[in-house]
């Protein structure tokens, strides 16, 4: 059996240990907060976890999967911090969603082990990661990681090369930006906005990747209409001004019961558990037109 050592009991940790455990792996948490620690603990979902409050008590580990903040600083001393402790056969995974891996092994002597292991939200249900070499990232280490995440029916790609939000996060950033630029300037709300692009977009990117969909339309009818858009789409290399207000005011989100949306009235809890079975019916139905097609 496997054994996974997580550190970061947070939203994506918690999330990566329910499914590690339906996956029968060995997992071992490492959360420094107590209160977040004993929140998990006494959830039977976690009854078959090992909780540590130290990395000294992980032992015997295949994988280190770094689940914390999204700080760079922060990953870069975790894994400094924990170089020395584990033997070479150890891999060392981020879950960054942004960060080149080469950075965050910057100051680890044994950077050959260090990959990036992005997973995507809700990390328990959906299906796909992207495993992320950096250039110092040895071969072992990359196969090794690819055949443990097909052995747990995840839906693993690997890149050819680092960059910076890797391939998801760059289109989910396109966009997001686009649809922020829209309702910044008035054309639509955000809601419209959200209702067309789950009703055109949404509902055809589960079936169909944006590159099959211009070989269907045709590359040439593509052509015309990207001459004509290009120029007038937004290209703003910083955050724009709308999203950098929703901050300053402190609209966060759901987390903080206002964003683009109001969450006050909403039970989340609910809310999300329903998003959840959506989201199930949606990937079983992709899955079954792949097995259909011979994907």
Request: with cysteine.
């Amino acid at each position: 059996m496997q054994h996974v050592c997580i550190i970061g009991g947070g939203f994506m940790g918690a999330a990566l240990t329910r499914y590690f455990l339906k996956a029968k792996v060995k997992v071992s948490l490492l959360e420094e907060f107590a209160s977040r620690r004993l929140e998990l603990m006494a959830d039977k979902t976690f009854q078959d976890v090992q909780f540590l409050e130290t990395i000294e008590e992980c032992n015997e580990v295949d994988f280190i999967i770094e689940a914390i903040s999204e700080n760079l600083q922060a990953k870069q001393q975790l894994f400094e911090s924990i170089d020395d402790y584990f033997p070479s056969s150890t891999t060392f995974c981020t879950n960054t969603s942004s960060y080149l891996i080469s950075s965050i092994a910057e100051n680890v002597k044994h950077k050959n082990r260090v990959i990036g292991t992005h997973f995507f939200s809700p990390a328990h249900i959906t299906p796909l990661v992207e495993v992320v070499p950096s250039a110092f990232t040895e071969s072992h280490h990359i196969q090794k990681t690819m055949s443990f995440l097909q052995s747990i029916n995840k839906k693993p790609v690997l890149l050819k090369k680092e960059i910076q939000g890797f391939v998801a996060n760059r289109l989910q950033s396109a966009l997001s930006r686009e649809a922020m630029s829209l309702v910044q300037n008035g054309i639509v709300s955000s809601e419209e906005l959200d209702f067309i692009a789950k009703w055109s977009l949404g509902i055809r990117l589960a079936n169909t990747g944006p590159l099959e969909q211009r070989d269907i339309n045709g590359i040439d009818t593509h052509m015309a209409i990207v001459e004509y858009v290009y120029p007038t789409l937004e290209n703003c290399t910083e955050p724009l001004p709308v999203h950098e207000d929703l901050i300053a005011n402190r609209k966060l989100g759901m987390k903080t019961n206002e964003g683009f949306y109001d969450w006050s009235t909403i039970d989340k809890k609910q809310y999300l558990a329903h998003k959840e079975d959506v989201l199930l019916n949606i990937i079983r139905a992709v899955s079954a037109q792949d097995r259909e097609v011979g994907k």
